[in-house]
């Protein structure tokens, strides 16, 4: 793991309510520690954002709904731990009801 103190987050935003089209935002968070993705969006949440939307649920990776795209990888926010700097994405943008939450979830 790197020994780095904090990582940028990239995240992908649009809420179809007032963006004509999506876009990014970019969030520095702490390591403090192993963190998960899910753990980073949390954090961005709480401290940094209260409107970023995505989906939390079981954080174990049993219910499976916290798939994202993190730099162009599928895998779960709730057990994919960060190491470095990422870019977390929905899966499909047809499908995302905002920020990084689908209508699937």
Do not use: H
């Not at 779960?76 to 929905?90: G, K, R």
């Amino acid at each position: 793991m790197a020994n780095k103190e904090k990582v940028k987050v990239k995240c992908f935003r649009f809420d179809p309510k007032k963006d004509k089209s999506f876009y990014y935002d970019t969030f520095e968070v702490p390591l403090k520690g192993p963190m998960s993705v899910q753990g980073c969006l949390l954090y961005i949440r709480e401290n940094l954002d209260p409107s970023l939307a995505f989906f939390v649920n079981c954080r174990l990776g049993f219910c499976k709904r916290c798939l994202v795209r993190v730099n162009g990888k599928s895998c779960f926010a709730c057990t994919t731990e960060v190491e470095d700097d990422i870019t977390v994405e929905p899966l499909k943008r047809d499908q995302v009801i905002r920020d990084l939450w689908r209508k699937d979830t």
